[in-house]
């Protein structure tokens, strides 16, 4: 049973009387049934309806997830403090004006050279849910496949990268863009937390074309175990033209997603501007700063 379905069954919801019938009072041998039998238009045959129920209070206190907490404003939020320091994102919606975001995003739809990246999960091979092209002077390896050095910037990125590092205050050496073609295509949840990244590296995310909802979950406490039923979850709604900040502990104490919509969704571009350094000697490329789940 979901976690929802059980909280609701124990808080009585569920717990109602059926309401009273309406009409000309019922034979007395139906009255003193505790179970009756209703005809269902189902055709699936009787169906048993109870009248009465015991209620017994639960032995243990029921454990509620917290509720989902919704970024939409514009400007800084610290979202967590932890042992490895703060989290913070910063939200720009409209950091591109409307029409020039309309404009770059046809550009770079049409002109990015994008391609299918295959990556492996314990041997095995999958194609990601997204298309995906690489800047940098330094590959980037993530889930066990290598996106090799692309130093062919195309101008209007130049530009964005300029604008972007302008507001932010920081600089950024690689950019890599995902290419959301519908509502199918998505990003498993990670943190971006290779050994390559760097420590509390500052990412930069500029979303043009249809809005998706990117999702944060904490990392749980060790004694969890792994398992994220009851931890701290954030959505942002990323919609053309905004940009997306995150900082200090974010890729320590929190993963991020962006998962497939059931209802039709426009193609969308993220763009995310990093700081790559060369793997350290002696390191396998692509490892992680922690363990973490495996990017799709
Ligand atoms: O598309 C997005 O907003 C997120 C992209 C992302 O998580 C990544 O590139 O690591």
Known sequence: MSDKRQR????????????KHSGPAAPNHQQHNRVQTAPTSWGCG???????????????????????????KKGDHEISHGPSGVSRLRLLPGFLPSEEADWMFSKLLAELPWSQKTNY?????????????????LPYT???STMAPNTQWHPLLF??????ERVSGCNFNSLLCNLYRDGHDSIGWHSDDEASLGDKPIIASLSLGDTRVFSLRKQPPP?????????????VPLGHGTLL??????????????????HDRGPRINLTFRTIYPEPEGHRPGTKMRFTAKQP
């Open 159 to 164: 530009t964005l990268r300029e604008a972007i």
């Open 46 to 72: 009787p169906q048993k309806t109870q009248n009465t129920f015991e209620f017994n209070q639960p032995s243990k206190p029921v454990r509620e997830a917290p509720p989902e907490t919704v970024i939409e």
């Open 142 to 144: 993530y889930a066990r």
């Open 8 to 19: 609701a069954r124990v808080q009585g919801s569920w717990a109602k009387q059926l309401p």
């Open 245 to 262: 900040l995150m900082s200090g502990a974010t890729q320590d104490d929190w993963q991020h997603q962006v998962a497939k919509e059931y």
């Open 223 to 235: 004694e969890e175990n792994g398992d994220y039923t009851y931890v701290e979850r954030i959505r």
């Open 121 to 137: 999960r314990q041997g095995e091979a999958y194609d990601e849910p997204r298309l995906t092209c690489w800047y940098g002077e």
